[in-house]
Every structure is written in C-alpha cells, then in structure tokens.
C-alpha cells in the first residue's frame, strides 16, 4: 500500500471515531450545557471544536515524526554511501599520484640508463679484452676482472633500470607457475644457505598465467633473495600457490579489475618491516640498506613487471612478525 493511501485509510478511520463520539455520547451538547453556565467565558464554540483539533493535533504530530525518522535514516544512508565514495576517490587519488611518480622516475631513469650504457658497453669490453691476453701480468688481470665486475653491476643496474621503464617485456608465454615454481624452488634449494630450508604449498589447479618467463624468475628471485637476507641465514622460506577470485571491493584496493586471478605469496620469518618502511618499499630508490650496498631499485622494478603482466603486488608485515609478499596475476580464463 502506497504513503498517500495509507494516509487516507488512516483519516478516514479517525473520522469515523470522531463522528462515533459526536453522535453517540453527544459531545458538544455535553460541552455546549456545561458553558451555558459560564456564559461570562464566550468559551461554548471554541470548547466544541476542542476533541477535532486534538485528534488532527495528533494525527499530524505522528506523521511528522515518521517522516523525520524516514528522513533521519535516509540521511544515514547517504552519509555512508558518501564517506564511502570518499574513500574510494582518495584510494584512486592515491594510485593516481602513485602512476605519475612512477612515470616521472621512469622518464628519468630511461634517459639516464641509455646513457649510462653507452659509457658502460666499452669499459664491460675492454676489460674483458685486457683479462683475457696472455701476456696480462697477474696484477693488472685482476684489477681488469674487477673493473669487468663494477661494469657488469654497473650493466644490471642499467637494466633493471630499463624495465623499470618500460614496465617490462612486452614478448609473453602462456605459464603454469605451479610446474614451473616447482623447478624454481628446487634450484632455489641448492643454492640456499644451509640454515636456510623452503616450504612449497603449489596448488595444481591454480590455473596458467600469461607472463614474460623471464622476467617471472627475476621477480621470484628477488623475493627469494629478499626474505633468505631479511632471516639472516636461518628460518624457512614458504611459498604458496593457489587461486583466487577478486569482487569490487577487493579489486579496487589492489588497482585491478574484477575477476580470477592467480595468487603467489613468499613469506619469511624475519624480524618483519616496519609499517613507514612498508609504505615505500616499492618506491624507486628507496632502501634500507647502508653502505651502499642497495641501489632501491630491486622491489621497484618487480613492481613494475607484475604491474606489466595487468597484476599487483603487496606486502603485509607487522614489527616483530614474518613479512608476506603477495603477487596477483590475471588468470587465463578469467572466471573460476
């Protein structure tokens, strides 16, 4: 039943009642004899008309107050709905700002890292050239090899700071990371410190993805690495493979679209990451560690690449507790 007819019923209703107490107990005759007594008051017409305008006194009063209770819970409503839509306009303001960093940097670095590798490609040459005579005294061979080395580190820095760049190879395969982790994870085994062991949860069902094979090992050997440094040479590395699928809330959060996507999580036992240090991890540049011995260009350019594949990766650490990076990959198929 609609507002308006619901009203109706409701005043026609009260009419009744108002025209059952004229008519049957005789109301305003009772109120007209009891003023003609008082005629000094001119009150007898005013009295007449008192029960209507307390029953319409009443029946407005409650339609009011339903109406301000409607109007109070809608007005809840839109205020969720609008701190809501405020928040999601920040995450995406967030990302945005997040995109443009990530473009500025990587114009620079670009520019930077051609430069860079036309002075690199000669030295790289050279001194290979010159280590590699016969007739190379000992003593300048091996400053030749570690001049070779400086420039080969000098050559991956350039590198990796080429797909930061361009956000990685655009030449992709169709991969079944559970077949393929598993092989990565038992080379991962030989070359562990001994302190160091691997836990593997791969499901077989997790589905393929469609990535640059290459460019999938070096993301996995930089988490690797990262989490094997972060225990300092005991604990156990593990790393888990399965399938999810992402609704619209869960996919805003990670800059994605809805859908199936394939989900690789390596986590460590290490001291954890402080949340600060959490919110610039993936940030060009950035690194914790001193000496010089980090360039920050590591988990950046992991970034990008699975940002390349149209996926995303996250860590989630607290202070004290096991670090946990989550890469998301679109799943071949889509939907589960």
């Known amino acids: 039943m609609s507002t308006s007819a619901r009203d109706l019923v409701i005043g026609a209703a009260a009419c009744a009642v108002l ?6 107990i005789e109301l305003v005759e009772l109120v007209f004899d009891w003023t003609r007594q008082h005629e000094d008051w001119d009150l007898d017409e005013i009295l007449a008309g008192v029960p209507a305008l307390a029953v319409v006194a009443a029946w407005f009063a409650v339609r009011r107050r339903r109406e301000a209770v409607l109007l109070s819970v809608r007005l809840e409503h839109n205020v969720a709905e609008l701190q809501e839509e405020i928040r ?13 960093k990530v473009a500025a940097v990587g114009t620079v670095a670009g520019g930077l890292a051609h430069e860079l590798n036309d002075v690199l490609q000669p ?10 005579r016969p007739d190379t005294p000992d003593e300048v061979r091996t400053g030749m090899r570690h001049i070779h080395e400086a420039a080969e580190r000098g050559r991956d820095i350039v590198r990796h700071s080429l797909s930061f760049t361009t956000g990685g190879i655009r030449d992709t395969e169709e991969v079944d990371p559970a077949q393929w982790l598993a092989g990565f994870a038992a080379q991962a085994r030989e070359s562990a410190p001994s302190g160091i062991t691997f836990a593997t949860r791969l499901g077989s069902g997790a589905g393929s993805v469609r990535v640059n094979a290459g460019e999938l090992e070096h ?24 399938a999810c699928t992402l609704d619209a809330e869960a996919a805003l ?61 996250s860590v989630h650490s607290e202070p004290g507790a096991r670090a946990t990076f989550t890469v998301l990959i679109p799943r071949l198929g889509g939907q589960d």
């Open 19 to 24: 025209v059952y107490f004229f008519t049957r």
């Open 88 to 100: 999601r306009r920040r995450e995406l303001q967030e990302q945005l700002r997040e995109a443009y």
């Open 123 to 132: 030295i790289v040459t050279l001194a290979q050239l010159h280590a590699d």
């Open 219 to 242: 993301v996995m050997d930089n988490l690797l690495s990262n989490a094997v440094e972060a225990m300092q040479g005991r604990g156990t590395v593990t790393v888990v493979l399965d």
């Open 253 to 313: 959060a990670q800059g994605l679209t809805v859908g199936a996507y394939v989900r690789i999580a390596v986590s460590d036992e290490g001291p954890g990451i402080a949340g600060e240090v959490q919110r610039h991890v993936f940030d060009p540049f950035f690194t914790t560690k001193g000496g010089g011995d980090g360039t920050g260009l590591g988990l950046s350019v992991v970034y990008r690449l699975v940002r390349g594949w149209e996926g995303n990766i």
